[in-house]
């Protein structure tokens, strides 16, 4: 099993920064993508971002682009997403998503994903 927990969410004003955490705990793989996805008030959950264990390759949904940067701490096993320049169509809830194996097609697929955090409100108001 993997524990995922995010944290760094909460009330900004746009144009404004958060950094959000993913620390990950239990049996982590060597080999695994962590992603971030968000879920709107009445939306469908969404890829936002995603990154590879190992090589750091980096997937972005294009409406965050430039604005939002994910990356990884091996020695914490914690993953962050730096979201700048903030919009109010940002506010979301943020989970974090792990599993291993995936390849380039799967990783903005929501049914990817075996293990999911519980999420982290962000909240811009305009």
């Known amino acids: 099993q993997v524990q995922l927990v995010e944290s760094g969410g909460g009330l900004v004003q746009a144009g404004g920064s958060l950094r959000l955490s993913c620390a990950a705990s239990?049996?982590?793989?060597?080999?695994?993508?962590m992603g971030w996805f968000r879920q709107a008030p009445g939306k469908e959950r969404e890829f936002v971002a995603a990154?590879?264990?190992?090589?750091?390759?980096?997937y972005y949904v294009d409406s965050v682009k430039g604005r939002f940067t994910i990356s990884r701490d091996h020695a914490k096993n914690t993953v962050y997403l730096q979201m700048n320049s903030l919009k109010p169509e940002d506010t979301a809830v943020y989970h974090c998503?792990?599993?291993?194996?995936?390849?380039?097609?799967?990783?903005?697929?929501?049914?990817?994903?075996?293990?999911w955090g519980q999420g982290t409100q962000v909240t811009v108001s305009s």
């Open positions: 998503a792990a599993d291993r194996g995936l390849t380039t097609n799967q990783v903005m697929r929501l049914s990817a994903y075996g293990y």
């Open positions: 990154i590879t264990w190992s090589s750091a390759d980096t």
């Open positions: 239990g049996r982590t793989f060597s080999r695994n993508y």
